[in-house]
Each structure stands twice: as structure tokens, then as C-alpha cells.
């Protein structure tokens, strides 16, 4: 599959509403720290018309664009901008109003459980977050492996569904009801005495979930497990994927930054990189690839990230975050062969990703 560049980018906005053709209690008066989200295909820039006023500068300059376009609504009341205030209207207001071409995603976070992503063909992605506390042991694991001891973790879930007009309706309120037996089950539980969950991978457990809801729901598009806060699986019913992710302390020069501006000086970044793969299961072990193969593979690119100066790569100069995952792929793919998409975030929810295999769910800030 052809590779794809997006950029990145949020702002986050105060603001009440009231939802009348919801439940009860979404018909009364609340609040939110509500999160936008904005993905955007690379422009072209054989004109010399690129995103940002220079190379590099593209997703901070996404994301004032995005902080621009919510500023009507932080601190207001939504209900005097839209009829109906839900997060998918809010999706389209901004879609609507931000004035870019190739935009791939828009997306509101409600809360941090929660939201809608509005993808480029219109249609409306539903998301939730659940969470439960549980023990298990990889039995098929060689003997020195931690994960054959039994351990535990707090395990995070995301149904996405696609809500399709005409069909089911899709809200929190029916994806909590259809949540919550499996709740019951997994929290405070072994999940290796569970039916089904004899061998408890991240791939196993999201093909588990999948069995049991996608019947009641025909509209799952995907189960996400997040075994910890730094690796995970989706399953969409036929393809599994994981992913593994770092953080990187790191500096970085912006030289084509105008005099005076401040990103022209040596400064830096917390970043968040993510590694999303690609894999069959291996029906012996129960997963794609190992987590912990995946870090080690990664370890001698990882050594060239962490506590140096970026703009210093070969071939990376000061072009930015765009130029870093180019350079990584260039470096892992080797290493890594199942690899099909790097997220690089400068702050959260801000900055690029390189893509060349499936359609991926975009997980949550």
C-alpha cells in the first residue's frame, strides 16, 4: 500500500450543553473539557504553498489553525451554536468551518472515555473507553519469560462503531449496556479461568470481546486492548494489529525558523513514539509479535532518539517532525518488517504519521 503522511492536531475548549434528543441525563445542563482533534493529509508543496510558514513548522501551525477554529465555542453555551450539540455535530461544525482540503479525520474527545471521529467519507466513527482490573499468566511462554509468572495489569478496552444513518443507533448509553456483563466478568478476575481466555494475550482478549459484542452490535469496527498504557492490540474481526510505544526526551532545532522566532533556538520535546504492526497470530504463543521482542528489535534505533539532538540525524536536518519518521522507518523496517505505521506526537494529540498498511483506529489522547 502507498505510504501516507498526516498531520496532527489538537485543542482542547471549555463549554456547556445539553442534549434534548438524548437520555435523561445528557438533557440536563453540563460541562465538559472538551478535546478536538484534527488529522490532514501532507499538502502538496510544489507550489511553495505548505501547510506551516516554513519546513517544520507544519503541525504547529495545524494546530492554531484548529485552535482558531474552536475559540467561538470555549466558555459558551453550545446549544447557542448548534441545534443539537452532540459530539458528532460538534465534529461536523468543525469540519465545516476550518477551511483545509485533505482533511482525513475530525474528531471530538468528550471526555477521556469517550468521543466521535468524523472520517473523510463522512462517516462517524463512536468510541468508549472501559476499564478493568485483572490477573493472568501466559501459559505457552518459555519458562524464563515474566509474563509465564502470573501478574496482573489494569486493562483498558475501546469499542469503536461505526454509526451508519438508518441503521442501529449508536450511543455511550447502548455501548454501556452492551459493556457490562463483560464487565462483571473481567473485573477483579484470573482471566485465565475465564472461558475462551485460557491463554490471555492482548490479541486473545480483543477477539474475545469481539465474540461477544460484535453479535449484539453488527456496527463494531474495532476492539482496542490496551494491556498497559504503552502497548496494545486492536482486532477488527479478521486483522489483528499491536502496537508499542516510547518516549523520547529529546532536542531539536528549527533552522529555517524566522529570527526571533523561538523554535529557531535549541529546544525540545517530551515526544510520544508510537509502532503500530501488522502480523498473523501465531496460534501457538497467542499473539502477533511480542512486546518485548518488539522493544528490543527497537532498542539500537531507540539508543539514536532518546537524549540527542534530532535535527542531527542524517537526512533529518531541521524539517521537522515529518523528517524524524521518515528516518525511523528508514532505520526499523529491517528490524521490524511487520511495521505499517509510526506516530511521532511533539504534545499530545499533536504531530505526524506515516502510514503504509490498513486503516488503523486513531486510539485516544
Not at 25 to 47: E, I
Not at 210 to 235: D, K
Not at 328 to 357: F, H, M, S
Request: charged share 25%; hydrophobic share 40%; glycine share 8%.
Amino acid at each position: 500500500m502507498a505510504q501516507r503522511l498526516l498531520y496532527a492536531a489538537s485543542a482542547p475548549f471549555e463549554s456547556a450543553r445539553r442534549i434534548d434528543d438524548a437520555g435523561p441525563r445528557l438533557q440536563r445542563l453540563h460541562g465538559h473539557s472538551f478535546l478536538s482533534k484534527l488529522r490532514l493529509w501532507a499538502p502538496p508543496a510544489a507550489d511553495g504553498s505548505g501547510l506551516g510558514p516554513f519546513p517544520g513548522a507544519e503541525v504547529d501551525a495545524l494546530r492554531e489553525r484548529l485552535k482558531d477554529c474552536v475559540a467561538p465555542l470555549d466558555y459558551q453555551l453550545l446549544n447557542d451554536h448548534l441545534g443539537s450539540p452532540t459530539d458528532e455535530n460538534l465534529a461536523r461544525w468543525i469540519r465545516e468551518r476550518i477551511d483545509l482540503r485533505a482533511v482525513d479525520v475530525v474528531g471530538i474527545q468528550s471526555t477521556r472515555w469517550q468521543g466521535v471521529d468524523l472520517d473523510a467519507n463522512d462517516c462517524a466513527h463512536v468510541w468508549r473507553r472501559y476499564q478493568f482490573e485483572s490477573a493472568h499468566r501466559l501459559p505457552k511462554v518459555g519458562p524464563d519469560h515474566k509474563c509465564g509468572r502470573m501478574h496482573g495489569h489494569g486493562f483498558a478496552v475501546i469499542l469503536h462503531a461505526d454509526a451508519t444513518p438508518g441503521a442501529q443507533r449508536i450511543d455511550v448509553d447502548l455501548l454501556d449496556r452492551l459493556w457490562a456483563p463483560l464487565q462483571r466478568l473481567l473485573h477483579n478476575a484470573c482471566l485465565n479461568e475465564i472461558a475462551g481466555l485460557e491463554n490471555p494475550t492482548s490479541e486473545r482478549i480483543a477477539s474475545w470481546i469481539w465474540e461477544q459484542i460484535r453479535p449484539q452490535l453488527p456496527a463494531l469496527r474495532w476492539v482496542t486492548v490496551y494491556e498497559t498504557a504503552t502497548c496494545g492490540a486492536h482486532f477488527d474481526g479478521q486483522r489483528y494489529r499491536i502496537w508499542k510505544e516510547f518516549g523520547l526526551d529529546s532536542s531539536v532545532r528549527m533552522r529555517h525558523a524566522p529570527a526571533g522566532d523561538g523554535r529557531r533556538r535549541i529546544h525540545g520535546h517530551s515526544y510520544r513514539l508510537r509502532l503500530h504492526l501488522a502480523a498473523p497470530l501465531d496460534l501457538v504463543y497467542g499473539w502477533t509479535i511480542d512486546f518485548g521482542d518488539v522493544k528490543e528489535l527497537f532498542a539500537p534505533v531507540f539508543a539514536r532518539l532518546d537524549h540527542h539532538p534530532l535535527d542531527e540525524l542524517p537526512g533529518v536536518a531541521d524539517a521537522g517532525a515529518a523528517a524524524i519518521v521518515h528516518w525511523v522507518r528508514q532505520q526499523a523496517v529491517d528490524r521490524l518488517p511487520q511495521l505499517e505505521r509510526i506516530d511521532l506526537y511533539e504534545t499530545p494529540g499533536c504531530g505526524v504519521i506515516l502510514a503504509w498498511g490498513q486503516e488503523l483506529p486513531a486510539l485516544p489522547i
